[in-house]
Antibody, heavy 114, light 107 residues
Framework: QVQLQESGPGLVKPSETLSLTCTVS????????WSWIRQPPGKGLEWIGH???????NYNPSLKSRVTISVDTSKNQFSLKVNSVTAADTAVYFC????????WGQGTLVTVSS | DIQMTQSPSSLSAYVGDRVTITCRAS??????LAWFQQKPGKAPKSLIY???GLQSGVPSRFSGSGSGTEFTLTISSLQPEDFATYYC?????????FGQGTKLEIK
C-alpha cells in the first residue's frame, strides 16, 4: 500500500521560504507524477503543481513565480518550496500521487506568522 | 483556467436516500475528472477517476458518469459514513482545478 507523509516546519515567518518534503513508502517514486495541493482553513482545494519522477514540472500560474518542486528518487522523496510567503499562504499542504490523485498524504498545517 | 462548478453547494439527505452531485466544466475536459470525499481534519479520499472508474476499495454505491463538460457523482443509498464534503477535479488542462465542494449533511 502506497503511503505519503509530509514533513516540514509548521510555522514560517512572512517573507521567508516555506519548505516541505513528501516521503513515499510502499512503492517507487518512478513512473508517476507527484503533486502538491493546499487548502486554506475552512476553504477549498488548490493545486500548486506537480513533478514527474524524471524532474519535469508544471506549476499553477497563480503561484508559479514563487514555487519550486523538486524530486530525489534516491530517497523516494519530492519537495516543495514557496518563497516570499504571506498570511495568504497559511494552509494545510497535501502531497498526492498521479494526476487523478489516487493517494494522499495526511496533510500538514503551515502557518505564516511573525 | 478551467472553472469547475459543483451543484448544489450543500445538501441535506436521509440515510438510505439516493443523492446526485453535479460538476460542470467551463470547457470540455474529455473524461479527465476525479471525485474526492473529505471529512473534517482529514485528507481527501479518492473515489472516482476517469469520470467513471471506481477506485479500489470504494463501495459500489458510489458511481460517476459524464464526459466533456457535465459530470455526476451518485451515491445510491446513503450510509452514515458518507456525510462529508465532496470535490470534483479536472486533470485534462493545466492548471488542474477543483470544484468549490458540496457539503452533504444528515437531515
Amino acid at each position: 500500500q502506497v503511503q505519503l507523509q509530509e514533513s516540514g516546519p509548521g510555522l514560517v515567518k512572512p517573507s521567508e521560504t516555506l519548505s516541505l518534503t513528501c516521503t513515499v513508502s510502499g512503492g517507487s517514486i518512478t513512473n508517476y507524477y507527484w503533486s502538491w495541493i493546499r487548502q486554506p482553513p475552512g476553504k477549498g482545494l488548490e493545486w500548486i503543481g506537480h513533478i514527474y519522477y524524471s524532474g519535469s514540472t508544471n506549476y499553477n500560474p497563480s503561484l508559479k513565480s514563487r514555487v519550486t518542486i523538486s524530486v530525489d528518487t534516491s530517497k523516494n522523496q519530492f519537495s516543495l518550496k514557496v518563497n516570499s510567503v504571506t498570511a495568504a499562504d497559511t494552509a494545510v499542504y497535501f502531497c498526492a500521487r498521479d494526476s487523478a490523485m489516487q493517494y494522499w498524504g495526511q496533510g500538514t498545517l503551515v502557518t505564516v506568522s511573525s | 483556467d478551467i472553472q469547475m462548478t459543483q451543484s448544489p453547494s450543500s445538501l441535506s439527505a436521509y440515510v438510505g436516500d439516493r443523492v446526485t452531485i453535479t460538476c460542470r466544466a467551463s470547457q470540455g475536459i474529455s473524461n479527465s475528472l476525479a471525485w474526492f470525499q473529505q471529512k473534517p481534519g482529514k485528507a481527501p479520499k479518492s473515489l472516482i477517476y476517469g469520470a467513471s472508474g471506481l477506485q479500489s476499495g470504494v463501495p459500489s454505491r458510489f458511481s460517476g458518469s459524464g464526459s466533456g463538460t457535465e459530470f455526476t457523482l451518485t451515491i445510491s443509498s446513503l450510509q452514515p459514513e458518507d456525510f462529508a464534503t465532496y470535490y470534483c477535479q479536472q486533470y485534462n488542462i493545466y492548471p488542474y482545478t477543483f470544484g468549490q465542494g458540496t457539503k452533504l449533511e444528515i437531515k
